[in-house]
């Protein structure tokens, strides 16, 4: 059974970076496209950031772009989200998941991710 494991949250000043990682264990995710999704206090989970399996597409939310970056290394089974100019409003749960079935536009609508990670806290204070 697959599992998504995220370290990396934290507490950062506005205007910091912070990257998050999601490892895979248990099986390879390599040719599926993965995802970053948050969700803020009182809010709905809301889509981040997509890459495909060769991680040579890439979509992101408009509230991110230009300042957050979706990568991959499928030898080590992991993608990152390196984060930089980070705004108080970014504070939120963050969750990677990974798709089985779908492809890189589900991902981007939220459908068809079968595994989650536990989600990681990023705190960004004003």
């Known amino acids: 059974q697959v599992q998504l494991v995220e370290p990396g949250g934290g507490l950062v000043q506005a205007g910091g970076s912070l990257r998050l990682s999601c490892s895979a264990s248990g099986r390879s995710l390599r040719t599926y496209p993965m995802g970053w999704f948050r969700q803020a206090p009182g809010k709905e989970r809301e889509f981040v950031a997509a890459i495909d399996w060769s991680g040579g597409n890439i979509n992101y939310a408009d509230s991110v772009k230009g300042r957050f970056t979706i990568s991959r290394d499928n030898a080590k089974n992991t993608i990152y989200l390196q984060m930089n100019s980070l705004k108080p409003e970014d504070t939120a749960v963050y969750y990677c998941?990974?798709?089985?079935?779908?492809?890189?536009?589900?991902?981007?609508?939220?459908?068809?991710?079968?595994?989650w990670g536990q989600g990681t806290l990023v705190t960004v204070s004003s």
């Open positions: 998941a990974a798709s089985l079935r779908g492809s890189l536009s589900t991902v981007v609508a939220g459908r068809n991710l079968e595994v």
